[in-house]
């Protein structure tokens, strides 16, 4: 079955300073990949997804992530974080029939 | 292109009463989904429809959850009766094909 498994509830980073939130996958076969983020008592709006294309992939707001097959990892990155970037994360997998498969998040806080 | 509706936005109710939440998908999209996601937590399937077949309803608590989407356009979910531990936000989403995923603002149950 698939699933994804984010290595950290919580990242705290300065303004200005890169972020890196982790995620690892299971897929017996190739898998589609999504980052989503969810701001307080907003819906979830994606960030980017893989499928099986370019490995690094590049989305909304400067982020970007990189497939490494090698790995199972997903890692989603920014060279430089706002203020605004401080919500919840999830990494995400499809699975079967076009459902998808959320990890647990990690909640992302950024300091003046 | 208008989003995902749902309503209604928040809901107190106390425990063994009944509930129903409302939504409409993007026009046109034939997957429809509702995730539940207690707080702390990443959203999980909760049934999955394509038009107005059930395709995966694995984790639907059958015994006091119900859904339907009849003409294959609006759904609605229904909790009956509710318990404290259903309280979470309540997510519906839709999707055209396998990519495309959009996903409402969410219906935030309180069980008291």
């Known amino acids: 079955a698939q699933s994804v498994t984010q290595l950290d509830s919580h990242v705290s980073v300065s303004e200005g300073t890169p972020v890196l939130l982790r995620c690892n996958y299971s897929?017996?076969?190739?898998?589609?990949l999504f980052w989503y983020v969810q701001h307080p008592n907003k819906g979830l709006q994606l960030l980017l997804k893989y499928t099986s294309a370019a490995t690094l992939v590049k989305g909304i707001n400067g982020f970007e992530a990189e497939f490494k097959k090698s790995e199972t990892s997903f890692h989603l990155t920014k060279p430089s974080a706002h203020m605004s970037d401080a919500a919840e994360y999830f990494c995400v997998v499809r699975a079967g029939f076009q459902k998808l498969v959320f990890g647990t998040g990690t909640r992302l806080l950024v300091s003046p | 292109e208008a989003g995902v509706a749902q309503s209604p936005r928040y809901k107190i109710i106390e425990k063994r009463q009944s509930v129903a939440f409302w939504c409409n998908p993007i026009?046109?999209?034939?997957?429809l989904y509702w995730y539940q996601q207690i707080l702390g937590q990443g959203p999980k399937l909760l049934i999955q429809?394509?038009?107005?077949?059930?395709?995966?309803d694995s984790q639907l608590p059958k015994d006091r959850f119900s859904a339907e989407r009849l003409k294959g356009v609006d759904s609605t979910l229904k909790i009956q009766p509710a318990k404290l531990e259903d309280s979470a936000v309540y997510l519906c989403?839709?999707?055209?094909?396998?990519?495309?995923?959009?996903f409402g603002s969410g219906t935030r149950l309180t069980v008291v």
């Open positions: 897929s017996s076969y190739s898998p589609s």
């Open positions: 026009s046109g999209h034939a997957t």
């Open positions: 989403a839709s999707s055209l094909g396998s990519d495309g995923y959009t």
């Open positions: 429809f394509q038009n107005n077949g059930v395709v995966d």
